[in-house]
């Protein structure tokens, strides 16, 4: 079955900081990756994905690569805002068809001004 | 368009009791996925309904089961409540054989057992 590891949050940074929320997954297959956010209150939106290897998913100022040879897919952004202090959750997904989604524990991102 | 829409949204229920939250999927879907998420941990993947059965189903115990009605709204319902099952349940949407990317989240009902 698959698994993830996230970095333990929380993460906090001054705004226009440089961020980097690690992510390593174990998996049987090629299975596709996801990133979501979860803004207070709300429930969780795709941010960025990817779904093969070298892939390189990108939303928001956000970017993750698939890097298959290190089973990572690292999300990053050059400048963060306040906006984005929420949870944010690596999930894989198995390449079997089904809608089981496998998250992370999460990390939460708070960022200040 | 109203998204998922979960209902209540807070509910605060004692040992041994049951409960029932619900669902409304976004329109056009006809798959919904229920989520249990712990304080400070990821969703964990409780069962999915589509057709009004279950198609898959996560590691929870039999106290926990569903329903999936004609109109493709669910029922999560929970018996027999342990101070455990405290969580945030999420209701999750799509249509039939779509990938994740079109996977829709609700806010979530936040249920405290004491």
């Known amino acids: 079955g698959n698994s993830v590891t996230q970095m333990e949050g929380p993460v906090t940074l001054s705004e226009e900081a440089f961020l980097t929320i690690n992510c390593t997954y174990t998996?049987?297959?090629?299975?596709?990756l996801f990133w979501y956010v979860q803004y207070p209150g709300e429930g969780l939106q795709l941010l960025l994905k990817?779904?093969?290897?070298?892939d390189k998913g990108s939303n928001k100022g956000f970017e993750a690569t698939y890097r298959k040879e290190t089973t990572s897919f690292h999300l990053e952004k050059g400048s963060v805002q306040v906006s984005d202090s929420a949870v944010y959750f690596c999930?894989?997904?198995?390449?079997?068809?089904?809608?089981?989604?496998?998250f992370g524990a999460g990390t939460i991102l708070r960022v200040k001004s | 368009d109203a998204g998922v829409t979960q209902s209540p949204t807070h509910l605060i229920k004692t040992r041994g009791q049951q409960v029932t939250l619900r669902c409304s999927p976004k329109?056009?879907?006809?798959?919904v996925s229920w989520y249990q998420q712990a304080l400070g941990q990821g969703p964990q993947f409780i069962f999915q309904?589509?057709?009004?059965?279950?198609?898959q189903r996560g590691n929870f115990p039999d106290r926990f089961s569903g329903h999936q009605f004609p109109n493709y709204s669910s029922e999560l319902n929970v018996n027999a409540l342990l101070l455990g099952d405290s969580a945030l349940y999420l209701c999750?949407?799509?249509?039939?054989?779509?990938?994740?990317?079109?996977?829709?989240f609700g806010s979530g009902t936040q249920l405290s057992v004491l």
């Open positions: 999750a949407s799509s249509e039939n054989g779509q990938t994740n990317e079109k996977l829709f």
């Open positions: 998996a049987t297959g090629y299975p596709s």
């Open positions: 990817a779904t093969k290897a070298d």
């Open positions: 999930a894989p997904f198995p390449s079997t068809y089904g809608n089981k989604l496998v």
């Open positions: 329109s056009g879907h006809d798959t």
């Open positions: 309904y589509y057709e009004e059965e279950e198609r």
